[in-house]
């Protein structure tokens, strides 16, 4: 399937905001990183725009939505519902930050909500893009995948976020940064070890002729999969999932404010990278079952 | 009701012409087509069989109009719909070109019309058969292979388009419109299991083809 950069814009922004915004509430449930919660809001408040006008770059006729939209089976409605949720939530929960004696405390009810509603956003619009009908996307292994994006993306920013406005006790951040970096490790390579396997799911025909097409190849699946490992593996899993894993467990040992402005920004440049080459070969193995229309 | 066209591959000769009469009919745009005729093989007749103990069947490909269509459920307007004669159509009024139904189709039938923003697929001929037509590649097939009509009447009761003898002194093109010839009477006979359908990964396809004495390529 041809790449489509606004979906793959959208799912990652969406990945990273709601892994922010989920790891500052996370961080208010403990009473850590009070100085990154304004600057965190904010920043995952920007990214879910971002995320949203990438989004309706992708429709053609965006302004039919309020045409019948709502056809709940769809995952594009749930998603529309679950980021309505999600934003209703974000603004309660800046209403009641903006209202606490010190300026970054919410109650842990509300923590712990966002925290969940942050991972229903992401598993919710993961989800939309199972389908029986294209065997690369249809497994949850791709929603922990995703969630995995925010793992390793959300706690990094909180991170960068919490040392550029002089917090100095990263020793809470650093071990949710390296878990969620393993976590993000763990699901790329299950992942990507997935995406090798799915071979036998295609149809096959064995020979066969698409006269409108008389110059395209046969095309053999378990080489378009072949042909992805460079980019799966390289791209996605070394520089996209285990150097993040690697730099959250230099920063932690170093522990330091300096450290993980510095870290932090490679942990989050080198995750961007795996998770859109990883959405690149999301696409390009994206073939239909019966692929040979 | 579930309207449904099935084709004789023993009769398919891979001539195109539902191809093209599809495109004429319903205005296709070039590089896009809603009804495409794969040629499958030629391939072993048993295996390590070698040439000239080949096979191969021509299979005209597109929307299997799907008893539990998954591009309607994927829809979020709603836009694709399952109609009451069984045909999945789409209202192009309603569509948003978010192209999810695409990505669940698993033939790969649908496309972007880049000029609308809508996507289009086969309608069945929905313009000619709620004028009582055949659709218009069951009409221009060259092999008399498609025949169309509602699978739960039973799909010996299929029609297709009737003999030129069949026309009598009345030559005209409303003569032979109307004039058709039911499957059951038409084509060799075939067994329940040499009808098979393309791939089901839960949609149910609808429509089906029958091939005998060769080897069907491509799991139920």
Known sequence: MELQWELILFTTFIAWSAGLFGAQAFAAAFGQAKKAQLISWIAAALLLV?????????????????????HLTSGITQELIAI?????????????????????????????????????????MAHSYMMSARPAWDSFIWVAYVLGNSLVLGPATLAVIAALKGETDFKQIGLWVFVGALAGLV?????????????????????YFDPVHPTKAITDINAVIGGQALLLWLGAVVVGAALPAAAAFVARRKGDANSWKLWGIVIIITALIGAIVMRVVFYNLGLSVFMFY | ?????????????GCLSCSVACKSANSVPVGSFWNKVLRIGPNPKSPGAQCPDVEMYFLPVGCQHCVDPECVKVCPTGASQKMEDGTVQIDKSKCIGCQFCVMACPYNVRYLNKDEGVIEKCTLCEQKIAQGELPQCVEQCGARARFFGDLEKGIENLEGPGEPAAFGDDKSYEAMAKTRVRLGDYIHPFSEDEVHHLPDVGNKPSFSYILRDRQWYGEE
């Open chain 1, 50 to 70: 971002i995320g949203g006008v990438a989004v309706f770059l992708h429709l053609q006729h965006w302004e039919r939505i309020f045409n019948g939209f709502g």
């Open chain 1, 84 to 124: 309505v949720v999600f934003a209703v939530v974000a603004i309660v929960y800046l209403i009641f930050m903006k209202r606490s004696e010190d300026g970054a405390s919410v109650p842990k009810w509300l923590a712990w909500l966002a925290v969940a509603l942050s991972a229903v956003l992401v598993i919710v």
């Open chain 1, 187 to 207: 699901f790329a390579l299950i992942y990507a070890v997935f995406t090798q396997m799915v071979g036998s799911s295609f149809t096959e025909v064995g020979l």
């Open chain 2, 1 to 13: 009701m579930q309207n449904v066209i099935v084709t004789d591959l023993n009769r398919c000769v």
